[in-house]
């Protein structure tokens, strides 16, 4: 899939402002380029890393939303977890565990 071209951040953005422009992205490639994405409530994750963030995301700004967790590696590299995900996943990737690990993250209670 290609990164889709248009995120909102809605709510208070993290610093500096080049870390929500991160966490956009990596969050688009999950979605059709030219899909307009709204994402709310980021925040540090939990990850041991230092590198994760939470937050969550929708097509249209009065939802459905769907938690997520972004890892971004130094260099660029970045891995996402929707939780929405989990519903077209097989059975590798359950939604009890996808639900699991984001409620690990701190990105879920």
Known sequence: MSTASAQTILGLPLQPAALNEAIGAAVAAKFDKGTALWVR????????NGHGYCGEVALAESGPFSPFQVILEPGGDASVLILSDAD???????RESATALLKNAGCME
């Open 41 to 48: 409530d980021l925040k540090k994750s939990l990850a041991r």
């Open 88 to 94: 077209k996943a097989d059975a590798l990737v359950a």
